[in-house]
């Protein structure tokens, strides 16, 4: 009985896999000449699929942090100016018609596997000029080529899967990957994500599962099921037919209540039997019982390798309301910003083709509510100097210049006037004033 599919789902990811290391087995029969310039897609990323899909508490991590990345704003600026670009700008235009649902497919993919494949559907003519539509391409029939010279950069990519073969240039795909140090078949151009690095404690995890499960399919704590209906003729020994009947009949006692076990409409309903049965319980092995505390461990773990706290899981360990509020806030600073401005960089870089020279991309954190105390205590800062210059406070919230000379000039807190305005003379900061000068003893 397969009542969550998940028999079905391994099946499936085991003729994945099959169907991955046969490609890969195709690729690396070609000549030494084309082995070295090619970095071959990875089985390792079907098992982070399968651990996606399988373990709840990966699923549980790698959607939170995917989801709350898809809803943080990306907006499109002047590197120059810093100023936002306006809305008719083809960059800003591409960020605002990426749908929830893409922004969800492309972090996905970053947190599970390290990295993510975005090909470059562009129009450079006709009145669309300049608009870009992105699909998303599976790593694990992505085949990375590179030069045969150091510094070994990227050249191209290939698709292949068993019924489709394409070759794309390294401008046509939007690549976004972790570091990796592997220096096997040149795997530094082949992101790492933390599954990866989560393999041995997931297969603990995955054993530990199974064998809860299995318990609990047969009744519980094990104990040992035996007959005390008066057995074997010592006289007639323990090899003869006595001996087969009796292992005979409790083979039969054996499945008949291994099957009403497993019913869960037998749960709490006596068992009948045609004799007398004894049942000896068994307690909890001592691997057993550290196997139940040791879930927890593995899922803080699990969390520690996506630079979060357990804390936001209904983790009842220190689960006050405040502390909360404080890991959600460290969960955008430690893990969802800095991916956010990887992807960012990464959108940047290849697009430079399509929407041109001095255009960059930046999350808008003013939209994010678990950061705005970091903005009202800024402010509360700001509101307490003696004098401040407008830009430059607008500039540390994260807010837009403000093109008006006034706004670079020196305001003091006596109403926010101009210092001019108070003919106030203000002298200009001797940066020199605290050097260190040798003392003249007069000895010269």
């Avoid at 397969?2 to 789902?9: A, E, H, P, V």
């Avoid at 083809?90 to 649902?101: H, V």
């Avoid at 969800?104 to 993919?109: A, D, K, Q, S, V």
């Amino acid at each position: 009985m397969d009542i969550f599919g998940i028999k079905t789902l391994k099946k499936q990811n085991l003729q994945l896999m099959q169907t991955v290391k046969a490609l890969q087995t195709f690729n690396r029969s070609q000549s030494i000449e084309q082995i070295r310039t090619m970095i071959f897609p990875s089985w390792q990323s079907v098992k982070e699929v399968e651990a996606y899909i399988i373990f709840d508490d990966v699923y549980s991590v790698v959607s939170r942090l995917a989801t709350s990345s898809a809803q943080v704003p990306l907006v499109a600026y002047d590197e120059a100016t810093g100023e936002d670009l306006p809305p008719s700008d083809k960059m800003q235009q591409f960020l605002s018609r990426m749908t929830m649902e893409q922004r969800e497919i492309m972090y996905t993919w970053l947190y599970m596997a390290g990295e993510v494949f975005m090909w470059k559907d562009a129009l450079f003519l006709g009145p669309n000029k300049g608009k870009l539509n992105i699909e998303f391409l599976h790593p694990s029939f992505m085949t990375v080529i590179q030069e045969d010279v150091f510094p070994n950069r990227i050249i191209g990519y290939r698709y292949q899967d068993t019924r489709t073969t394409f070759t794309l240039k390294a401008e046509e795909v939007i690549y976004v990957k972790y570091f990796n140090p592997t220096t096997q078949y040149n795997e530094r151009h082949r992101g790492m994500g933390p599954i990866k690095a989560l393999a041995q404690r997931l297969t603990r995890l995955q054993a530990n599962m199974s064998a809860s499960v299995s318990q609990m399919q047969n009744g519980g704590v094990p104990s040992i099921v035996y007959d005390k209906t008066p057995g074997i003729d010592a006289d007639r020994g323990s090899g003869g037919s006595a001996l087969n009947e009796e292992v005979s009949v409790m083979g039969q006692h054996k499945e008949n209540f291994s099957r009403f076990l497993r019913n869960p409409e037998n749960k709490g309903a006596p068992y009948f039997s045609a004799g007398e049965m004894g049942v000896l319980q068994l307690g909890l092995s001592l691997v057993e019982m550290d196997a139940i505390a040791q879930a927890d461990v593995d899922f803080d773990k699990i969390c520690n390798a996506y630079s979060l706290s357990s804390v936001l899981f209904n983790n009842k360990k220190a689960s006050t309301e405040s502390n909360v509020k404080e890991m959600r806030k460290d969960m955008y600073t430690n893990a969802i910003i800095p991916n956010v401005i990887r992807m960012c960089d990464g959108i940047r870089k290849v697009t430079v083709d399509i929407f041109g020279e001095g255009k960059c991309i930046r999350p808008d954190l003013s939209k994010i509510p678990e950061l705005q105390q970091n903005m009202k205590d800024k402010a509360t800062a700001w509101a307490a100097l003696p004098a401040i210059v407008l830009n430059e406070m607008r500039n540390d919230m994260g807010m837009d210049q403000l093109d008006d000379e006034m706004a670079d000039r020196l305001l003091i807190k006596q109403g926010y006037q101009l210092a001019d305005d108070l003919e106030i003379e203000v002298e200009p900061i001797d940066n020199t004033a605290n050097d260190y000068t040798e003392p003249d003893t007069g000895d010269n």
